[in-house]
T-cell receptor, first 114, second 114 residues
Framework: QKEVEQDPGPLSVPEGAIVSLNCTYS??????FMWYRQYSRKGPELLMYTYSSGNKEDGRFTAQVDKSSKYISLFIRDSQPSDSATYLC??????????????FGQGTTLQVKP | NAGVTQTPKFRVLKTGQSMTLLCAQD?????MYWYRQDPGMGLRLIHYSVGEGTTAKGEVPDGYNVSRLKKQNFLLGLESAAPSQTSVYFC?????????????FGPGTRLTVL
């Protein structure tokens, strides 16, 4: 079983829809949770970062962490065609001291149709 | 300011051939990383470097070697390529080796081993 599981999709939604992207993980020691966005044929770029449990909002994007359930989510409100990309969750801080080593999910491919 | 660049963008090798992938960053970052991205597997860390002249193994280091002779460059070598090394390779860099620090990714190198 992978340490981080993410539904690869693809996920197709109409423009304006609310999108929910999710990851589950098995290592309860993870403290840092990130979402990266990757456009086709490009490198990933950091979208949002959250420490421990709770919510974080940035414009149309909201990241949620539920450590008790080992479950993280990224919500996109009023989705736009420009949001079409692969979204990767990543996490780290497993207590080994190497907090810079990220464990990535498989990525979910999102398509927002006009 | 080009950020993180990777050379070459594409390469096709035959089994047993060798090659070197070059990563360069102009942000004066101390830390650099090599990842591979495969369908259904997400990004996996191959090797990383915490400074000039230092390297360390990541999650999937077998079959690869790295060198960091200059702070701005991080080289990934395949001594005897195998079809299992067909993948997209991404280089990244960061200021600190902390989860709170953003990793900046290059555009990737698509490698096919026949």
């Amino acid at each position: 079983q992978k340490e981080v599981e993410q539904d690869p999709g693809p996920l197709s939604v109409p423009e304006g829809a609310i999108v929910s992207l999710n990851c589950t993980y098995s290592n309860s020691a993870f403290q840092y949770f990130m979402w990266y966005r990757q456009y086709s044929r490009k490198g990933p770029e950091l979208l949002m970062y959250t420490y421990s449990s709770g919510n974080k909002e940035d414009g149309r994007f909201t990241a949620q962490v539920d450590k008790s359930s080992k479950y993280i989510s990224l919500f996109i409100r009023d989705s736009q065609p420009s949001d079409s990309a692969t979204y990767l969750c990543a996490m780290s801080g497993d207590g080994s001291g190497n907090t810079g080593k990220l464990i990535f999910g498989q990525g979910t491919t999102l398509q927002v149709k006009p | 300011n080009a950020g993180v660049t990777q050379t070459p963008k594409f390469r096709v090798l035959k089994t047993g051939q060798s090659m070197t992938l070059l990563c360069a960053q102009d942000m004066n970052h101390e830390y650099m990383y090599w990842y591979r991205q495969d369908p259904g597997m997400g990004l996996r860390l191959i090797h990383y470097s915490v400074g000039e002249g230092t390297t360390a193994k990541g999650e999937v280091p077998d079959g690869y070697n790295v060198s960091r002779l200059k702070k701005q460059n991080f080289l990934l070598g395949l001594e005897s390529a195998a079809p299992s090394q067909t993948s997209v390779y991404f280089c990244a860099s960061s200021v600190e080796f902390q989860s709170t620090d953003t990793q900046y990714f290059g555009p990737g190198t698509r490698l096919t081993v026949l």
